[in-house]
T-cell receptor, first 110, second 112 residues
Framework: EDQVTQSPEALRLQEGESSSLNCSYTVSGLRGLFWYRQDPGKGPEFLFTLYSAGEEKEKERLKATLTKKESFLHITAPKPEDSATYLCAVQATNDYKLSFGAGTTVTVRA | DTGVSQNPRHKITKRGQNVTFRCDPI?????LYWYRQTLGQGPEFLTYFQNEAQLEKSRLLSDRFSAERPKGSFSTLEIQRTEQGDSAMYLC??????????FGPGTRLTVL
């Protein structure tokens, strides 16, 4: 069974204080690893898809990287509007459903 | 807005009642997924459709749950004889074949 573990559970940052979120995964074969952002009471918003080890993707202050066992979401010089729960999910090669981790809740103080 | 839409956004019901949720996917997306999310957890897969065919159902989907996607367009998720443990956010997502899933805003169900 596919497993996704995210750490830390919660992260409190000062505005401008860069940090990284971790997503460790176990999957029989990886079709893709996905990062989503979720604001309270809303559905997940797609950020990135990573397909193979060594791949990196960037969007504004966010950068996602992938190895064979884990992915990192780096937040550079965060702003209060980056406060959200960040979800990691994997999709196996023989399937189309997503298996999610529990998320990391990021709070950025001004 | 051409994103995934879900109705209603909130539903409060009494234990034992039946409820039905609707999802309208992004136009021309072949695949449609249902997930359930409880507080502090990530979404958990329930079922998915390719066009009108239901291709996979999770063990979480008890016989009180049924989903349909007539004509391969919108989908409905019905829960019969609701229980307090059914209280959760029900999320719908759609995707082109094998690609990124885009989520709707969810339906928050509260069972009293």
């Amino acid at each position: 069974e596919d497993q996704v573990t995210q750490s830390p559970e919660a992260l409190r940052l000062q505005e401008g204080e860069s940090s990284s979120l971790n997503c460790s995964y176990t999957v029989s074969g990886l079709r893709g690893l996905f990062w989503y952002r979720q604001d309270p009471g809303k559905g997940p918003e797609f950020l990135f898809t990573l397909y193979s080890a060594g791949e990196e993707k960037e969007k504004e202050r966010l950068k996602a990287t992938l190895t064979k066992k884990e992915s990192f979401l780096h937040i550079t010089a965060p702003k209060p509007e980056d406060s959200a729960t960040y979800l990691c999910a994997v999709q196996a090669t023989n399937d189309y459903k997503l298996s999610f981790g529990a998320g990391t809740t990021v709070t950025v103080r001004a | 807005d051409t994103g995934v839409s879900q109705n209603p956004r909130h539903k409060i019901t009494k234990r034992g009642q039946n409820v039905t949720f609707r999802c309208d996917p992004i136009s021309e997306h072949n695949r449609l997924y249902w997930y359930r999310q409880t507080l502090g957890q990530g979404p958990e897969f329930l079922t998915y459709f390719q066009n009108e065919a239901q291709l996979e159902k999770s063990r979480l989907l008890s016989d009180r749950f049924s989903a349909e996607r007539p004509k391969g367009s919108f989908s409905t998720l019905e829960i019969q004889r609701t229980e307090q443990g059914d209280s959760a956010m029900y999320l719908c997502a759609s995707s082109p074949l094998g690609d990124t899933q885009y989520f709707g805003p969810g339906t928050r169900l509260t069972v009293l």
